[in-house]
Structure formats: structure tokens, C-alpha cells
Nanobody
Framework: QLQASGGGLVQAGGSLRLSCVASGNFVSISAMGWYRQAPGKQRELVATITSRGITTTADSVKGRFTISRSSAKNTVFLQMNSLKPEDTALYYC????????????WGQGTQVTVSS
């Protein structure tokens, strides 16, 4: 359902762009987003975007990360600038159908490592 890519190793201050492609006949009406989980910590929201383009961004990344979505609505991007070592985590793509209690899917995760 979800295929994420774009993670890697970058120095502090650098940039990365994550992509996640979704498949399914309900993708266009679904919200998509990015969550992250660092070792020993709980998974946390990074940013989400609805089918109408309404975004939510965590305070910890506001002003540095930007979420966007393709015109076909099946791909979500996370542009990450001014990366910090504390951004190091496994980043997960999420797809959620707002009209279904069960259609909540997760990608396999892509590792982002920021060196100081």
C-alpha cells in the first residue's frame, strides 16, 4: 500500500526529501502523513496533509520541514531542511481514510540519520 524512500545520512544543517507512494482506490480521499520514532522513544507525528491540502506540522519541525502532496494525491513528500541530530529517527509514512475506522496504513519506514 505504501512505499517510502529518500532517507539517508546527512550532516547537521543539511537537507533530505522523503517520498511515499500510496496505492488503493481510497487514496485520493485519505489523509497522508509522516511520523517518526527515535530509539527508546514513542512514535510521534511530524506532519500530515489532508486530501484538501490542509496541513498539520509538529512544533519541533515547524519552519524547517514542509509536507506536500502530488496533484494525483497518491504521493506525499516531506522536505526536511536545517536538519538537526535530534531529527534522527525512523520515519514512517501513514495513510488514513477519514471515513473508515480500519483503513489506517503504515509504510515500512525509512531511516534518517543526522550527524553533528
Amino acid at each position: 500500500q505504501l512505499q517510502a524512500s529518500g532517507g539517508g545520512l546527512v550532516q547537521a544543517g543539511g537537507s533530505l526529501r522523503l517520498s511515499c507512494v500510496a496505492s488503493g482506490n481510497f487514496v485520493s480521499i485519505s489523509a497522508m502523513g509522516w511520523y517518526r520514532q527515535a530509539p527508546g522513544k514513542q512514535r510521534e507525528l511530524v506532519a500530515t496533509i489532508t486530501s484538501r491540502g490542509i496541513t498539520t506540522t509538529a512544533d519541533s519541525v515547524k519552519g524547517r520541514f514542509t509536507i506536500s502532496r502530488s496533484s494525483a494525491k497518491n504521493t506525499v513528500f516531506l522536505q526536511m531542511n536545517s536538519l538537526k541530530p535530534e531529527d534522527t529517527a525512523l520515519y514512517y509514512c501513514n495513510l488514513k481514510d477519514p471515513y473508515s475506522a480500519t483503513r489506517n496504513y503504515w509504510g515500512q519506514g525509512t531511516q534518517v540519520t543526522v550527524s553533528s
